[in-house]
């Protein structure tokens, strides 16, 4: 249908002739009360449903699938056809977390630098106290964010980051301290900022320390 | 043949339920206006916390991203107030077609503008809501039309039916590849995580999590077969709305646990 439409932008006058005539077998279709679907017309209907059902699942199977489909055309055709419009991702805590994220921040305050302060555990507590006011958003903002930076560092021992300014992850992140910081904790602008990202495993614990940065 | 094709065009089947469900549809969606309400300033102000970036795939992907591409605080309370107007439409039995479609399309341009907060939960209301267009049409004059729009409506009942068993079965493959649900520690490990535990949970013995464990694979890999037959039911039902709640009110995972019980009102019958 969009096809044809942008078709007929292009000014393809057939096009518009061959739309009017639709139109108008289609109004007198729609405006004959006595027209009923013959048995072998609703049968032709069901199997176009059926069709169109077993199509779509069969996409959105492709796309959600723990298989691995090999076959590449189908896959990037279950994505232009799933994604965003029928999105979903059912690797529901695969693998089960097994490590705890800390996300600490300090700033310059007129005596130096202020307490550290760990946002994300802040924010997951206020959660905690009462869990329909929608406190959920912002712990899974800030978590999920974090999730993306330390997985992004897998087994990097503790130290001193630089982060690249094109990676995405840490921009992502880094710009929600920054409003954090100014909407939360009143802040303001030009005010350098020090973060601490904390990954605690049972086995190992890794600490990235993060320093130079300015609220906006 | 003919038996198959009359599902589609005898009746509209599970009107008591759809509209049961619909209601709860609605006013979940009215829950999430007063959270939307409730974070404002950290969802959709001037100084909100989510990072965006704008990017143009098509005509069909822009529709859903026009609140991400235009964003102003202004076009925010606007489609949230849409998507609360219209679900009042839906409580009070006016909506239609057209309404339907554009809450579904308010409420997922909502869902990809908040991305980085969004559950399982979240992709499926829209989902729900896509097929939710279809319920229960308002009769016309027409019966051929009237007969088409039978159809549409039970092969939407089918679609959703079947969005949820495809759900739990894929949910279930990958914890039945998984080692650390195959073990049975994932529970109990996912309790020791802050962001989806309480005191309570936190404090659960490891024999308790690891029952739990096993329960919730077989309970994910058998409702997808086992919904179908009546017998069945109450304790697939009975698990299930009691593991939603544990993961609603106990992990903090609110929405995706409501929606999921949501869902379990088409399965119930009672038209029969």
């Not at chain 1, 699942?57 to 090999?70: D, E």
């Not at chain 2, 936190?202 to 309970?219: G, V």
């Amino acid at each position: 249908m969009y096809a044809l439409i942008l078709k007929t932008e292009q000014g393809n006058k057939k096009n518009y002739i061959f739309l009017f005539f639709v139109f108008i077998h289609l109004s007198k279709i729609l405006t004959n009360k006595e027209l009923v679907m013959s048995q072998n017309l609703k049968r032709f209907f069901s199997i176009v449903l059926v069709a169109i059902v077993c199509g779509h699942f069969t996409l959105v199977f492709v796309y959600a699938s723990p298989f691995k489909i090999n076959n590449k055309k189908l896959f990037a055709l279950s994505y232009m056809y799933v994604y965003p419009v029928f999105q979903q991702n059912w690797e529901l805590f695969v693998p089960a977390p097994n490590v705890e994220r800390k996300l600490f921040v300090r700033y310059r305050a007129e005596n130096g630098f202020s307490i550290w302060q760990d946002i994300l555990s802040q924010e997951i507590m206020n959660h905690r106290k009462n869990r329909i006011l929608g406190n959920e958003t912002k712990v899974l903002l800030l978590s999920n964010s974090l999730i993306y930076v330390i997985n992004s560092l897998y087994e990097k021992p503790s130290c001193i980051l630089s982060p690249d300014s094109k990676d995405v992850t840490f921009k992502v992140l880094n710009f929600e301290v920054n409003q954090y910081l100014k909407n939360k904790l009143k802040v303001e602008a030009k005010t350098s900022y020090e973060l601490l990202l904390v990954s605690k495993g049972c086995q190992n614990t890794a600490a990235y320390y993060i320093k130079s940065l300015k609220v906006n | 043949m003919n038996k198959k094709a009359a599902y589609f065009f005898d009746k509209k089947n599970q009107i008591k339920e759809i509209e049961w469900f619909r209601n709860a549809l609605y006013v979940f969606l009215l829950y999430k206006v007063c959270v939307y309400a409730l974070q404002f300033e950290s969802l959709f102000s001037n100084e909100r916390l989510i990072y965006h970036e704008t990017k143009f795939v098509n005509f069909i992907v822009s529709l859903v991203y026009v609140l991400n591409d235009h964003y102003s605080v202004s076009l925010g309370v606007v489609f949230i107030l849409l998507s609360a107007i219209l679900s009042i439409i839906g409580l009070l039995k006016k909506s239609n077609y057209l309404t339907n479609v554009l809450l579904w399309l308010i409420v997922t341009n909502l869902t990809n503008f908040l991305y980085p907060t969004l559950t399982a939960g979240d992709y499926l209301l829209c989902n729900l809501l896509f097929f939710n267009c279809f319920f229960i049409p308002k009769e016309s004059f027409n019966v051929a039309l009237n007969d088409i729009k039978t159809a549409i409506h039970n092969t939407s009942l089918i679609a959703i039916k079947l969005q949820v068993c495809l759900a739990y079965f894929i949910a279930a493959y990958f914890k039945i590849t998984d080692a650390s649900w195959l073990e049975g520690y994932a529970i109990y490990q996912t309790f020791q995580i802050p962001e989806f535990s309480n005191s309570f949970l936190e404090s659960l013995p490891y024999s308790f999590c690891f029952a739990l464990t096993y329960l919730t694979m077989i309970y994910q890999m058998s409702f997808s077969f086992l919904v179908w037959f009546r017998p069945f039911k109450i304790y697939l039902f009975s698990f299930g709305i009691m593991q939603h709640l544990l993961i609603a009110f106990g992990m903090g995972l609110f929405g995706f646990g409501i929606i999921m019980t949501i869902c379990y009102i088409l399965f119930l019958k009672y038209d029969n």
